[in-house]
């Protein structure tokens, strides 16, 4: 299912509730504003001006308000950029916001300094209303001084479990054959498996699982696979690119992956002593140089990502 979320202001969120009018739901889902449908979409509207277009007709749907919103609205997933991951059956319902959901996300995949963090979160109909309030969303929107702010508060309100791949580990894997995609998999089902494991015990439901999707769900399986790992669980599922901006409990994964990572990264320059810039890009070459003069490629290798190429240019 092709879906498109913008962000808009308050009278644009009224103009395009009246547009709507003759096909408005009577029970809009939970957190909802309003809800909408027509014979190609479904259209969710949120107090904080987050629309959420669903359907074969999204893209033409969410198209029509991108001018009219004005500097204030940010389309968040262009249908110019839609990529074949996002064709497969895996896809999240229409009734995707009105459901209480597991939601795994990552984050230091793409730094060559620091771990790979995983969370996996759950947040009752309660704590959804919660979470929204403080305007939860994709850490890769909100700065660093705000997650400090919010994931500790996050993590006393929501059922999560956190994994960190250390650098050390996370070479060792990749020397054995082991690629960033398979060890995403692998830390995603296992986060997943710990919060079903506590909700379980605490008595927690949820209709089903969201993955912030970075591979097709069949190799995501044959990853797990490759590990003796199979989903096993009768509850659904799902996976979806930008997942964090299609529902909260993903978001607050992304958040709490984000705020794991400053927290290690902190903890690896005071350890090595010298500034670890995040990313991948000509500042971190220039750190990489310095670290392996100053400290030597034992220490290098403790803090990196080693097989990127960050690695072979610190050594010219």
Same mark, same amino acid.
């Given at each position: 299912?092709?879906? @498109?979320?913008?962000?808009?202001?308050?009278?644009?969120?009224?103009?395009?509730? /009246? %547009?709507?009018?003759?096909?408005?739901?009577?029970?809009?889902?939970?957190?909802?504003?309003?809800?909408?449908?027509?014979?190609?979409?479904?259209?969710?509207? /949120?107090?904080?001006?987050?629309?959420?277009?669903?359907?074969?007709?999204?893209? &033409?749907?969410?198209? $029509?308000?991108?001018?009219?919103?004005?500097?204030?609205?940010?389309?968040?997933?262009?249908?110019?950029?839609?990529?074949?991951?996002?064709?497969?059956?895996?896809?999240?319902?229409?009734?995707?916001?009105?459901?209480?959901?597991?939601?795994?996300?990552?984050?230091?995949?793409?730094?060559? +300094?620091?771990?790979?963090?995983? *969370?996996?979160?759950?947040?009752? $109909?309660?704590?959804? $209303?919660?979470? @929204?309030? !403080?305007?939860?969303?994709?850490?890769?929107?909100?700065?660093?001084?705000?997650?400090? @702010?919010? &994931?500790?508060?996050?993590?006393?309100?929501?059922?999560?479990?956190?994994? *960190?791949?250390?650098?050390?580990?996370?070479?060792?894997?990749?020397?054995?054959?082991?690629?960033?995609?398979?060890?995403?998999?692998?830390? %995603?089902?296992?986060?997943?498996?710990?919060? #079903?494991?506590?909700?379980?015990?605490?008595?927690?439901?949820?209709?089903?699982?969201?993955?912030?999707? +970075?591979?097709?769900?069949?190799? /995501?399986?044959?990853?797990?696979?490759?590990?003796?790992?199979? !989903?096993?669980?009768?509850?659904?599922? /799902?996976?979806?690119?930008?997942?964090?901006?299609?529902?909260? &409990?993903?978001?607050?994964?992304?958040?709490?992956?984000?705020?794991?990572?400053?927290?290690? #990264?902190? @903890?690896?320059?005071?350890?090595?002593?010298?500034?670890?810039? $995040?990313? &991948?890009?000509?500042? *971190?070459?220039?750190?990489?140089?310095?670290?392996?003069?100053?400290?030597?490629?034992?220490?290098?290798?403790?803090?990196?990502?080693?097989? +990127?190429?960050?690695?072979?240019?610190?050594?010219?």
């Amino acid at each position: 299912m092709s879906y @498109e979320v913008i962000q808009v202001n308050k009278g644009t969120l009224e103009k395009i509730k /009246y %547009h709507y009018i003759s096909s408005l739901k009577e029970n809009p889902p939970q957190g909802a504003v309003f809800s909408a449908k027509t014979s190609g979409c479904t259209i969710t509207a /949120y107090k904080s001006g987050k629309i959420l277009f669903q359907g074969k007709d999204a893209a &033409a749907e969410a198209g $029509k308000w991108q001018k009219d919103a004005g500097p204030s609205a940010k389309k968040t997933a262009k249908p110019s950029s839609r990529k074949p991951v996002d064709n497969h059956s895996y896809q999240p319902p229409a009734n995707l916001p009105s459901l209480v959901l597991l939601g795994s996300d990552e984050t230091g995949t793409g730094d060559y +300094f620091g771990p790979m963090t995983v *969370v996996c979160t759950h947040l009752s $109909k309660e704590q959804l $209303k919660t979470v @929204e309030s !403080w305007g939860i969303r994709d850490s890769k929107m909100i700065n660093d001084t705000t997650i400090r @702010e919010i &994931a500790p508060k996050l993590s006393k309100e929501c059922t999560y479990s956190l994994l *960190v791949l250390h650098n050390e580990k996370y070479n060792d894997l990749q020397k054995k054959g082991m690629n960033q995609g398979q060890m995403k998999a692998l830390l %995603h089902h296992q986060a997943i498996t710990n919060v #079903m494991k506590k909700c379980a015990a605490e008595g927690l439901d949820y209709d089903g699982v969201l993955i912030d999707q +970075f591979v097709q769900p069949a190799r /995501y399986f044959d990853y797990l696979k490759s590990r003796n790992q199979t !989903w096993s669980s009768e509850k659904p599922l /799902y996976f979806a690119t930008k997942a964090e901006n299609l529902h909260p &409990a993903v978001a607050a994964a992304s958040v709490l992956a984000r705020y794991s990572f400053l927290k290690q #990264m902190a @903890e690896l320059e005071k350890k090595i002593g010298l500034p670890l810039p $995040k990313g &991948a890009g000509p500042a *971190v070459d220039a750190a990489a140089r310095r670290i392996l003069k100053e400290k030597g490629k034992d220490t290098l290798y403790s803090c990196t990502k080693w097989h +990127f190429a960050n690695t072979g240019k610190a050594f010219r």
